[in-house]
Nanobody, 121 residues
Framework: QVQLVESGGGLVQPGGSLRLSCVASGSIYSIYAMGWYRQAPGKQRELVATITTIGATNYASSVKGRFTISRDNAKNTVALQMDSLKPEDTAVYYC???????????????WGQGTQVTVSA
């Protein structure tokens, strides 16, 4: 069915940059929004950034000015450019999509399997 596949995670030094990408595939009727959440050890999953199909964005206050979310509606992709990374950004990052599988189905939340981002010297 629907599959969200993330890429771009890895190890980076503090102050460095990474770019995450996610592709949604499957029998998708329409997508309202895509974005990124993250979960660090001992913490609950939290919003990082989301973007709607028309381009409205929402960022966590902790990443504003450092992260930039973008999307390509034609390819059902979303990217997260992460600059000035800090050790506290270390987490598993999950791709998120709010979409409908058909005209008769309501919008639902879907998640990728996650990609590890580690910020350490």
């Amino acid at each position: 069915q629907v599959q969200l596949v993330e890429s771009g995670g890895g190890l980076v030094q503090p102050g460095g940059s990474l770019r995450l990408s996610c592709v949604a595939s499957g029998s998708i009727y329409s997508i309202y929004a895509m974005g990124w959440y993250r979960q660090a050890p001992g913490k609950q999953r939290e919003l990082v950034a989301t973007i709607t199909t028309i381009g409205a964005t929402n960022y966590a206050s902790s990443v504003k000015g450092r992260f930039t979310i973008s999307r390509d509606n034609a390819k059902n992709t979303v990217a997260l450019q992460m600059d000035s990374l800090k050790p506290e950004d270390t987490a598993v990052y999950y791709c998120y999509a709010h979409l409908a599988l058909s005209w008769s189905n309501p919008m639902s939340d879907y998640w990728g399997q996650g990609t590890q981002v580690t910020v350490s010297a």
